[in-house]
């Protein structure tokens, strides 16, 4: 035992991954000395953004339909199942109330705290660490190995070299990077001989080409009540018209797939039912009502209550040989096109896809090739849908990572 307390682990990243990964560790290991790294000031702050309009940490999916919330990760799906077996949603609503933060269903099933605010959360989870011993560092941004295989950080006071037996690397992907992590670590990794991908935007925005008219009137206004398709998926919510684009909730369901798109055929076209209620014959039969002398703006605003920003928008997306012929309309208003040319940058993202590849860690998350090494995390090459799946991801891949941690140092 006197041995085994001598060994220390290394945590960098004070989000969800390290944190979790910290207070397993602490749990299963008290003899490791623990110290938690982050480039910040003060720890969090990406979960704490987040916990500004309700922090959104999984969904009831996970305790209805394990299966089902899996499939959310996507290609990362069957990489992500064993991990979220271990610690899923009902492990982390347990973990919550053990830190005496209950939680909180949304009608559309998203579980928040019921304080719907991150930071009682936090200040509960690092007073636990902290009366386990574990140690906060801020102001360490780390930069990678000297020839001594010693973790380098840029600190206040200059470049810092430390040693540790075990070291986990939670840095987070690039999106947000005025919160702290700006990606910088990937050609590190890539250097080490560590595959890695370019991370791109996840859960983001897209570019429109809208007329100038157009955006001046509407920009900010949000479209509300639709169904959104693209390829085999619909996504029934609303969105916002922006300045450059679209974005929103509905847009961020589909953006991998758009974003996917977008990188091979240099476009994407969305598709918008802005009658979701109402099929092609019923609209078909309401346009071919007579309307006298009224406008086709002012007829379908009374007939299909067509107003606003929806009916700007279907002006903006058509053009004159759709709106004078009432099949080609009706059709148009069951699948209005929008041409989307680019994802909006990377550090207006939500989250990010790419980064160091599944592929070269093993089932404790350590990169197989430099032992002792362990990776969780965004900063890894999986992507996930809002709505808690992220959140959740995080919590458990530093659940999983401190089991590996546990084993590793144990040698």
């Known amino acids: 035992m006197a041995q085994q307390q001598q060994k220390t682990v290394a ?15 602490s749990d299963i290991r008290p003899y490791l000395e623990i110290t938690l790294y982050d480039a910040m000031p003060s720890p969090a702050r990406k979960i704490l953004m987040a916990g500004k309009s309700g922090l959104n940490i999984s969904h009831t999916i996970g305790l209805k339909n394990p299966d089902r919330f899996a499939k959310n990760y996507g290609d990362a799906a069957d990489w992500m199942a064993p991990m979220l077996a271990d610690f899923g949603t009902k ?34 989870l690092m007073h ?7 140690k906060l560092v801020t102001r360490h941004r780390w930069k990678g190995w000297n020839e001594q295989d010693q973790l380098l950080f840029d600190t206040p006071d200059g470049e810092a070299a430390i040693k540790a037996d075990a070291t986990l690397l939670a840095l987070g992907g690039p999106s947000w990077p005025r919160l702290g992590t700006d990606g910088a670590f990937l050609p590190v990794l890539a250097d080490k001989g560590i595959a890695v991908s370019p991370y791109r935007p996840a859960n983001c925005g897209f570019d429109v080409d809208w007329p100038e008219e157009f955006v001046q ?10 169904n959104l398709s693209f390829g085999d998926q619909t996504v029934q919510g ?7 684009g679209i974005e929103g909730g ?32 019923d609209l ?10 009224q406008t086709l703006a002012n007829h379908l605003r009374k007939s299909l209550h067509l107003r606003g920003v929806k009916s700007a928008l279907l002006k903006a997306c058509t053009d004159k040989a759709v709106m004078t012929d009432s099949n080609k309309l009706a059709a148009t208003l069951k699948a209005l096109p929008i041409r989307l040319v680019r994802p909006r940058p990377l550090e207006e993202a939500i989250s990010t896809a790419g980064g160091v590849a599944l592929s070269e860690l093993n089932d404790g998350l350590m990169v197989k090739q430099k032992p002792g090494l362990f990776i ?3 900063m890894l090459d999986w992507e996930a849908p809002t709505g808690g799946y992220l959140l959740t991801a995080c919590l458990s891949q530093g659940y999983r990572a401190a089991g590996g941690i546990a084993k590793y140092t144990l040698i």
């Open 11 to 25: 945590i960098i990243g004070a989000g969800a991954a390290g944190l979790m990964a910290a207070e397993r560790l």
């Open 91 to 124: 492990q982390v609503v347990s973990w919550m109330e053990g830190l005496r933060q209950f939680t909180y269903t949304g009608s559309s099933g998203r579980i928040f705290p019921k304080v719907m605010k991150a930071s009682p959360l936090l200040r509960a």
């Open 128 to 134: 636990r660490l902290d009366g386990r011993g574990v």
């Open 217 to 226: 009137e509407w920009a900010g206004h949000p479209i509300k009540s639709v």
């Open 238 to 244: 609303d969105f916002v018209i922006t300045r450059h």
């Open 250 to 281: 509905a847009v961020y369901a589909l953006s991998a797939q758009l974003r996917d798109a977008i990188e091979e055929n240099g476009e994407a076209m969305l598709q918008v039912d802005l009658r979701p209620h109402h099929g092609h014959d």
């Open 284 to 293: 078909l039969a309401k346009i071919n009502q007579p309307r006298g002398k």
């Open 376 to 378: 969780a995390g965004e």
